[in-house]
């Protein structure tokens, strides 16, 4: 395991990375910097402009409702909380919810639609998927896309997605072969979707011939993963957000941003990093720096943050209620903390858990945040030569039985390797667990 000093990370520097300016999500000028359009009235929500639509920018991730356990210890959303959150997100102007029928093992949106329906149709924007990886027939397309609507007791959805499309042949394979495409396009002309769009997982040349496609399909919007370690430093098969920026705008299509704090490890920073953050803007939280970069991009309608507690919810609604714009060097300086981050031994792991469930019961997003968590709390054990080393392979040890059930930790794993085709950070999931797994074994061994 390497070994990072302090002083090595403070030692860093790294280049600029102002943004190309763009406008708002229709018809404007671009400039060299990254003027912020901000519609709003101080103390209300920030609003961005979509045709008729006046979408809030900070929107609702639904991928991570709080969950309890029922009465036969089966995981399921705890309706009452969501309700909860709801009710504050709505009467502080958050009006975008983005959903699918894959989230939280088929939960979602149901949980989402018993919430926001509570409130009039027309004060809330619906966005839900076509997640029809393991079976894209136009059958149980068709299916899944009725469901939709079903659920949500509508006759339109407002933003609708082509989930997690790669490049030209997934599209083609997925949605022009099978003829759901022409069944999508017939659908908005009645007016059942309002606007269609794709969310994107890929490299260069897969978002590229999306791009051409445009040509074809005029996408009403596309989702990109983006943040300020992304932008310049993509892992994985991710393309650097700067780039999709770029093209998007180019063809003045409006964005939204998933994983605008990568699962929550941008809010959950090693250390170093956030005392540098912290300490250029004190009053603040970690995570608004994440939500501020995005949101100073003015091609960006709507920025997704998955909030599972009331805490989190009410720390983003404070920061789009007094939005702060970036300056040319937070820019800068966002960069250096991004090849900070890039260079500690975590797992990009964003809890997604599109890899769940395991088949054989493994908890992976839960082993990988355990680990991640270490690291940035300074209580990763690293050699028996480090300082308070048994005290700490001891805080490792019982705390990962806490936090993992003993038949879902990583020893468990038989690598049948069902999990790593639905990353979309392309982990070679059962190479990390048997890593974790081995060091465990070694901390239990006293052999680190």
């Known amino acids: ?26 018809n404007a000028a671009k400039s060299t910097l990254p003027p912020t359009v901000i519609d709003k009235t ?23 409702w709080p969950m309890i356990k029922d009465d036969n210890g089966k995981d399921i959303i705890d309706q009452a909380a969501v309700n909860e959150l709801v009710d504050y997100a709505m009467a502080h102007g958050v009006n975008y919810y983005d959903t699918s029928p894959v989230y939280l093992q088929g939960q979602s949106e149901e949980a989402t639609a018993k919430a926001l329906l509570r409130y009039p149709r027309d004060s809330w924007f619906l966005a839900t998927k076509l997640s029809n990886f393991s079976n894209y027939t136009y059958e149980n397309s068709v299916k899944m896309y009725k469901r939709s609507l079903e659920i949500f007791q509508t006759d339109h959805i407002d933003y609708y997605l082509l989930h997690s499309i790669s490049g030209g042949d997934a599209f083609r394979q997925r949605y022009e072969d099978t ?9 908005k002309k009645k007016g059942h979707i309002r606007k269609l769009g794709l969310s994107f997982h ?39 957000a700067s780039y999709l920026y770029e093209e998007l705008d180019k063809r003045e299509i409006p964005i939204v941003i998933m994983e605008p704090l990568l699962g929550g490890r941008l809010a959950n920073l090693p250390g170093p990093v956030a ?21 100073s991009h003015p091609r960006v309608l709507s920025i997704l943050s998955g909030m599972t507690y009331m805490e989190n919810l ?42 769940m469930p395991c088949p054989y019961g493994i908890d992976i997003p839960n082993i990988f945040k355990y680990y991640n968590d270490t690291i940035n709390n300074g209580t990763f054990v690293q050699n028996a030569e480090q300082e308070n080393y048994q005290k700490l392979r001891k805080r490792y040890l019982t705390g990962y039985n806490k936090a993992i059930e ?4 990583a020893d468990h ?12 950070q392309s982990l070679r999931i059962p190479r990390e667990l048997q890593r974790i797994d081995e060091y465990i074994e070694k901390l239990k061994q006293g052999k680190l």
């Open 42 to 64: 101080p103390g209300e929500m920030v609003l961005r402009s979509c045709g008729e639509d006046k979408v809030s920018l900070l929107g609702y991730g639904c991928m991570r």
């Open 406 to 409: 003993t038949i879902r930790q």
């Open 179 to 187: 003829g759901i495409m022409d069944f999508l396009l017939e659908e």
């Open 275 to 295: 005392e540098r953050l912290k300490g250029k803007e004190p009053s603040k939280s970690i995570a608004s720096w994440s939500f501020r970069f995005s949101g």
């Open 314 to 355: 009410e720390d983003n609604v404070d920061t789009f209620t007094h939005f702060k714009p970036l300056e040319k060097d937070d820019y800068e300086f966002l960069d250096e903390m991004a090849l900070m981050i890039r260079d500690y031994p975590l797992i990009n792991c964003n809890m997604c858990q599109y890899c």
């Open 202 to 240: 890929g490299h260069k040349e897969g978002f590229d011939e999306l791009m051409e496609l445009h040509e074809k399909y005029h996408w009403d919007f596309v989702q990109i993963q983006m943040n300020f370690v992304d932008w310049n430093h993509a892992a994985g098969r991710n393309t650097n």
């Open 413 to 424: 794993c038989i690598a049948c390797n069902q999990c790593s085709p639905h990353c979309p």
């Open 1 to 26: 395991m390497k070994d990072i000093s302090r002083r090595d990370f403070l030692k860093m520097t790294g280049a600029g990375a102002a943004a190309i300016g763009v406008t708002a999500c229709e």
